[in-house]
């Protein structure tokens, strides 16, 4: 008997190992990638594979495997619902501004025997000052899927290569929203891109949310610094600004 379910096994699986694979993407809707493909890799065949990029399945199987993935798939991972991602910057603004006042101070020098006098400026003075200001702007996405949010310049630059196409250094972040009840979860994949000698400098990071559907939700700050000088027919003025802007998001369904 033992002997006879052997022989069975052997002839399911040797067919599916030799049987010709195909390469597909099936993108996910509400279902974290990984998740499904931990349950779909228990039902391949040695030489079939699945890995995922993103919230996208890689797949490699036969077309019988793909058949019975793709209802697995359907079954697992419900349409995304419509949202509206609403994105709120708030500029948090301080720095000093410190002029120099005309303030007559003898001094005296001997040039040659002559007593000269000179006009300094030793006087310096601080002011703070404070500002707020609000911005926004809002997308519709789907649930499951990235939006982009831009948060900065974007710019094209031609790239000596092959085929000569140009590439674009943009700033902003992609975020992902998921529902859980009453509760949004916020997958935020940042992209900053920037022009560095001829080519394109860039850097990611992902991070991860949660709050209350419809309410504001914290995801991060940009900071800025500036500093300058101005000549005015006082002085000199002396400005150090500095801008922190904090990042909010907001989910509602449509």
């Given at each position: 008997m033992k002997v006879l379910l052997l022989a069975i096994s052997l002839c399911w699986f040797v067919p599916q190992a030799?049987?010709?694979?195909?390469?597909t993407t099936i993108s996910l809707h509400q279902a974290e990638a990984e998740q499904i493909a931990r349950v779909l890799r228990s039902t391949l065949a040695p030489g079939s594979s699945i890995s995922t990029y993103q919230n996208t399945l890689v797949i490699r199987a036969t077309?019988?495997?793909?058949?019975?993935?793709?209802?697995?798939?359907?079954?697992?991972?419900?349409?995304?619902?419509?949202?509206?991602?609403?994105?709120?910057?708030?500029?948090?603004?301080?720095?000093?501004?410190?002029f120099g006042q005309p303030h007559h101070q003898p001094i005296t020098r001997v040039n040659r025997g002559i007593h000269t006098e000179i006009e300094t400026r030793v006087t310096v003075q601080e002011r703070h000052f404070t500002g707020s200001a609000e911005t926004g702007q809002g997308v519709r996405a789907t649930?499951?899927?990235?939006?982009?949010?831009?948060?900065?310049q974007s710019l094209t630059t031609p790239v000596t290569s092959r085929w000569r196409e140009p590439v674009v250094a943009q700033q902003g972040f992609y975020v992902t929203a998921r529902l859980d009840g009453s509760t949004v979860l916020l997958t935020?994949?940042?992209?900053?891109?920037?022009?560095?000698?001829?080519?394109?400098?860039?850097?990611?990071?992902?991070?991860?949310?949660?709050?209350g559907l419809g309410q504001w939700i914290a995801v991060g700050a940009i900071s800025e610094q500036a500093s300058g000088v101005a000549i005015d027919a006082d002085g000199r003025q002396l400005t150090n600004t500095k801008t922190v802007s904090s990042v909010y998001i907001r989910v509602l369904l449509q």
């Open positions: 030799w049987a010709e694979r195909m390469l077309a019988a495997e793909l058949r019975q993935i793709h209802a697995l798939v359907a079954e697992l991972d419900s349409k995304g619902r419509q949202l509206w991602i609403s994105v709120r910057v708030g500029e948090q603004e301080g720095g000093g501004s410190y649930e499951g899927l990235p939006a982009y949010i831009a948060t900065g935020i994949r940042q992209e900053n891109a920037s022009l560095q000698g001829g080519g394109v400098d860039k850097q990611q990071l992902r991070s991860h949310v949660s709050g």
